[in-house]
């Protein structure tokens, strides 16, 4: 089955700085990557998603990249600030969303003031 | 839109007890559902695939016997766990597939339901 890895598992940065997560996954089957951010108690919420027919995608502040040879996406947050604090976890599904998604284990992310 | 309720918040029952935790697809038909444990501090794991109108699939290492899935319409999937056991305390999370929302590959999460067993 399917295997991700994501990291770092926490992630210290001053506010106004940018974020990188990365995560590797296993399966060459896998076509479609979402990214998700937690509050804690809270459910996952979606921030951006990207297909595997498409190498980069942005949404304001957030960006995600593809590399389907090395098998691997990442996530970028530019100019965070103190809302970006939160645990944020990569995913990998193949079927097209159908399947499940298999989560990498998360990453802390701390925006300093 | 693509909004996903669950019912109980969170639960308190006796070991050897059954628990029903449902999951509703508020805006949209969901044909399928998923349903996830998360443990503290950890990851989000996949337990099951639940479409409606069938039986689920479970993924291994899931007893489905312990873990009942039905879905039985296009809006709610119910999951209980029988015979809880305080190893079964476990946040429980659901999620939906809008197939014909803006991009059919999203799953929507529900706010899950946060299970105690004494």
């Known amino acids: 089955g399917e295997n991700v890895e994501q990291h770092p598992s926490t992630l210290s940065v001053q506010e106004g700085d940018s974020a990188v997560i990365k995560c590797t996954y296993s399966?060459?089957?896998?076509?479609?990557f979402p990214w998700y951010k937690q509050e804690l108690g809270k459910r996952p919420q979606l921030i951006i998603d990207?297909?595997?027919?498409?190498g980069e995608k942005k949404d304001q502040r957030i960006a995600v990249t593809l590399n389907k040879t090395a098998k691997h996406f990442s996530l970028h947050i530019t100019e965070t600030q103190p809302e970006d604090s939160a645990v944020y976890f990569c995913?990998?599904?193949?079927?097209?969303?159908?399947?499940?998604?298999?989560f990498g284990k998360g990453t802390h992310l701390i925006i300093q003031p | 839109g693509a909004v996903v309720s669950q019912h109980p918040s969170r639960v308190i029952c006796k070991s050897g007890t059954s628990v029903k935790i449902e999951c509703r697809s508020l805006?949209?038909?969901?044909?399928?559902m998923f349903w996830y444990r998360q443990f503290p501090k950890q990851s989000l794991m996949l337990m099951a695939t639940?479409?409606?109108?069938?039986?689920?699939?479970?993924e291994q290492g899931v007893e489905k016997d312990k873990f009942l899935i039905n879905h039985a319409s296009l809006t709610l999937s119910t999951l209980t766990v029988t015979s809880a056991h305080p190893e079964d305390s476990s946040f429980y999370i659901c999620?939906?597939?809008?197939?014909?929302?803006?991009?059919?590959?999203?799953?929507?999460f529900g706010p899950g339901t946060r299970l105690l067993v004494l």
């Open positions: 999620s939906a597939r809008d197939p014909w929302g803006t991009t059919g590959e999203t799953q929507y």
């Open positions: 399966d060459s089957a896998s076509n479609y």
């Open positions: 990207i297909r595997s027919n498409v």
């Open positions: 995913a990998a599904s193949s079927g097209g969303g159908a399947d499940g998604l298999t």
């Open positions: 805006d949209f038909q969901a044909t399928t």
């Open positions: 639940s479409n409606e109108g069938s039986k689920a699939t479970y």
